[in-house]
């Protein structure tokens, strides 16, 4: 089976997780942590780093540590990972659902503006499979309504918008490093705040809300979203190899567009000057009618090709129901019924890629009347 994702630690991740265990530093304290927390701050400057135990919680932390919660709206795409969403209602704050752009999969900022409320706090934006949101539009509406960034770039670590990385283009930013994620450290994640005071909020709340110079003192309801220094020994690793999955993942995109883009029915992902897009997890968009996404992609499971469809739009999801919507979320209703996600592993050889390729080739030629 080609996998659409896989881990790769093939790097010093094995003599940094032996050098934990054979210290004895195996829990949140420890060299590597720090050392983790300061390679996203050389990567992203001017921001200030703190490593918790997944992405979710990231996204938690930063709304938190940013003063979000009841009361307060925070505006959240359509189509997203629930993650995004779920983090939004667990402060208490009140999520409103936006559509995206139908090329781009990301926030439509016309969209957000037209959503914009007197109770309106922050903006969302998430960096879908890679591809940087519209940020100057998004910090336009945001500068005019007073309204915070919070970056979701779970799926976008070294994708840039206009030279800039994705992390430096709001007051907060979150990564995951789940074992799909553009690095991995098992489970793991990082926020990072442009401002230092509530990075250090971040810090106390992250450790049961305990004082800094007062041990088992605990000034606020805290959380325990401290990340272990073996996950940060996998993760120091994991960034030494960063560039390089980054170039690996842009050469797999470079190469499906180019091979797709003259089947009838595929349109690859638009490429944008100034967005450069890490290629987290490749998609295209297919025609339906002329031919069902889902059709394809059960053809290639018989090949031995592992695909996955967009997400679900939020709005039909059982928990997402009730909650506050735009009326028109038709781009994201139509990427998730015709968009699929293409073997984009660090690990996929040439081979196995124009594998991919053919087979895509030939089952769209099969199924199309
Ligand atoms: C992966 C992901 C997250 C966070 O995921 P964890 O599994 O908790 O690390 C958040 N948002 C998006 C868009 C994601 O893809």
């Given at each position: 089976m080609i996998p659409i994702l896989e881990p790769h630690l093939s790097g010093n991740e094995l003599q940094y997780v032996t050098e934990c265990i054979q210290s004895n530093w195996i829990s949140s304290q420890g060299k590597f942590v720090t050392q983790f927390e300061e390679i996203f701050e050389e990567r992203i400057p001017n921001y200030h780093a703190v490593a918790v135990s997944n992405g979710t919680v990231a996204l938690h932390l930063a709304l938190v540590a940013l003063g979000i919660g009841e009361g307060d709206e925070v505006i959240v795409p359509n189509l997203t990972f629930a993650a995004s969403i779920n983090a939004i209602m667990y402060c208490g704050a009140s999520p409103v659902l936006v559509d995206v752009d139908p090329n781009t999969c990301v926030l439509d900022p016309q969209q957000v503006r037209q959503?914009?409320?007197?109770?309106?706090?922050?903006?969302?934006?998430?960096?879908?499979?890679?591809?940087?949101?519209?940020m100057d539009a998004l910090q336009q509406i945001a500068d005019e309504f007073d309204l915070l960034i919070v970056e979701d770039a779970a799926e976008a670590l070294g994708s840039q918008y206009r030279g800039k990385p994705v992390g430096s283009l709001g007051n907060a930013a979150t990564f995951s490093f789940f074992g799909n994620k553009?690095?991995?450290?098992?489970?793991?994640?990082?926020?990072?705040?442009?401002?230092?005071?509530?990075?250090?909020?971040a810090r106390m709340l992250r450790d049961h809300g305990m004082s800094k110079s007062r041990r088992y003192w605990h000034e606020v309801i805290g959380y325990?979203?401290?990340m272990t220094n073996l996950q940060a020994a996998v993760g120091v690793a994991q960034m030494e190899s960063l560039n390089g999955?980054?170039?690996?993942k842009r050469a797999i995109a470079k190469k499906y567009s180019k091979a797709l883009s003259v089947i009838d029915g595929i349109t690859p992902p638009l490429e944008v000057e100034h967005c450069f897009n890490s290629h987290w997890l490749y998609w295209v968009k297919i025609d339906t009618s002329i031919v069902d996404p889902q059709a394809i992609a059960e053809e290639l499971i018989k090949a031995e090709i592992e695909t996955r469809p967009l997400f679900y739009p939020l709005h039909i999801q059982p928990p997402y129901t009730a909650v506050k919507r735009m009326e028109n979320l038709?781009?994201?209703?139509?990427?998730?019924?015709?968009?699929?996600c293409l073997p984009t592993a660090v690990t996929l050889s040439e081979k196995d890629q124009d594998r991919v390729i053919n087979e895509i080739i030939k089952i769209v030629k099969n199924l199309t009347p």
């Open positions: 959503a914009v409320s007197s109770k309106t706090r922050a903006i969302m934006p998430v960096h879908l499979y890679g591809f940087p949101c519209d553009t690095i991995t450290t098992g489970e793991g994640g990082m926020v990072v705040f442009r401002d230092g005071d509530i990075a250090d909020k325990n979203y401290r999955f980054i170039a690996k038709n781009s994201s209703i139509m990427l998730a019924n015709s968009g699929l």
